[in-house]
């Protein structure tokens, strides 16, 4: 299994990671920035400058998913581009999109359904778009 490691292109794994990270970044600010803050009941708050943690965090999981999915685009022999997009809408509301919701569902959560919706729609495009990058520069 690990000559799977030797055959994938890890300029498109991380020109993917970075695509995702970039998304994620302007998702969570520009696109839905007063939406999140209020599902996270933070809505009126001052914006905190972020740790390093909360920028390195999700550039390294985002990586760790990267890894996972040209992992399995090889193994599942994921070829062309519809292959590509069908995977990555499997894969992003599947996985990604579902565990964030089932995360975001507990007593901590002001507002887990919008929190659900936001994160899990990010990330459902999120897994379209790796999976894509992917499978074009295979």
Avoid at 30 to 39: E, I, R, S, T
Wanted: glycine share 10%; charged share 10%; hydrophobic share 60%.
């Amino acid at each position: 299994m690990f000559h799977v490691l030797q055959e994938i292109n890890w300029i498109a794994v991380l020109l993917a990671a970075l695509a995702s990270a970039v998304l994620g970044g302007l998702w969570f600010t520009v696109f839905f920035g007063k939406a999140y803050a209020f599902a996270l009941g933070r809505e009126g708050k001052p914006a905190e400058k972020p740790a390093p943690l909360f920028i390195a965090g999700p550039f390294v999981c985002g990586l760790i998913t990267t890894v996972t999915m040209a992992v399995l685009i090889y193994a599942l022999n994921i070829e062309t581009l519809v292959d590509a997009i069908l995977f990555g809408v499997i894969v992003g509301i599947g996985l990604l999109a579902s565990t964030t919701v089932n995360t975001a569902i507990n007593p901590n959560m002001p507002r887990p359904l919008l929190y659900g919706l936001i994160s899990g729609s990010y990330f459902s495009l999120s897994g379209l778009i790796i999976s894509i990058i992917l499978v074009i520069m295979k």
